[in-house]
């Protein structure tokens, strides 16, 4: 796993979050649905009108294709902090959702990004990120398919691994730990009283 703390969030109080996602086979699927439970926010998935395979992530990848997505029917811009979930493809972030954040236009608050992601060199990612956003994540986290299978069980062949619901238990601990780093809550002496 590899966790990235890169800027502090902006906001104080408690921030309004967004969970946007994209996922081909299933893996951040899985992981979004769950950070929302923990979260209870609001989610969106980034979906295609064509049909993704192997092939065509390999032709985006090789001609720096930007595909087709379909509509986000939310006001991004109400949101204090995005939360962008999506595999990692070649060292790149999944380009579906590479579209969706160039279509922000830079208008972003705070963001962190999350991929449950083979465990390749993915160092490119961060740049990228900056590239698209014209701004640091709160937090860059990297969740492994080797960090969610219990330990002695390492596999190589990583990419092809489909995530169960109760791998999911085992990041428990790093989930709550990004909750805790990137939104922030109302202090109890801050409430106002009755
Ligand atoms: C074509 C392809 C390229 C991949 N490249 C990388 C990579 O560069 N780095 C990495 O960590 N994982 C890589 N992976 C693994 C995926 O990120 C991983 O399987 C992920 O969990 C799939 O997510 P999804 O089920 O949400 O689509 C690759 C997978 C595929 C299919």
Not at 15 to 24: E, G, N, Q
Not at 39 to 66: A, H, W, Y
Not at 81 to 88: D, E, N, R, V, Y
Not at 89 to 115: C, E, Q
Request: proline residues 5%; contains cysteine; glycine residues 4%.
């Amino acid at each position: 796993m590899l966790t990235l703390f890169v800027d502090k969030p902006k906001q104080s109080s408690l921030m309004k979050t967004l969970i946007v996602y994209y996922s081909f086979s299933g893996n951040n699927e899985l992981l979004a649905k769950k950070l929302q439970a923990l979260l209870n926010c609001q989610i969106v998935k980034i979906s295609e009108p064509k049909r993704r395979t192997g092939l065509t992530i390999m032709l985006d990848l090789l001609f720096k294709r930007n595909p087709k997505i379909g509509p986000v029917n939310l006001l991004v811009s109400e949101y204090d902090h995005l939360i962008f979930i999506a595999p990692i493809w070649a060292g790149r972030i999944a380009t579906p959702l590479k579209v969706f954040i160039k279509s922000l236009d830079k208008n972003i608050t705070n963001y962190s990004f999350i991929s449950l992601c083979g465990g390749s060199d993915n160092r490119k990612v961060l740049s990228e990120l900056v590239y698209l956003t014209g701004k640091k994540p709160l937090k860059l986290l990297e969740v492994t398919v080797n960090d969610l299978l219990p330990a002695g069980t390492a596999i190589k062949q990583t990419s092809f691994y489909k995530v169960k619901e109760e791998d999911l238990l085992r990041i428990e601990d790093i989930l709550h730990h990004f909750i805790r780093q990137t939104v922030p809550v109302i202090a109890p002496s801050a409430k106002t009283k009755n």
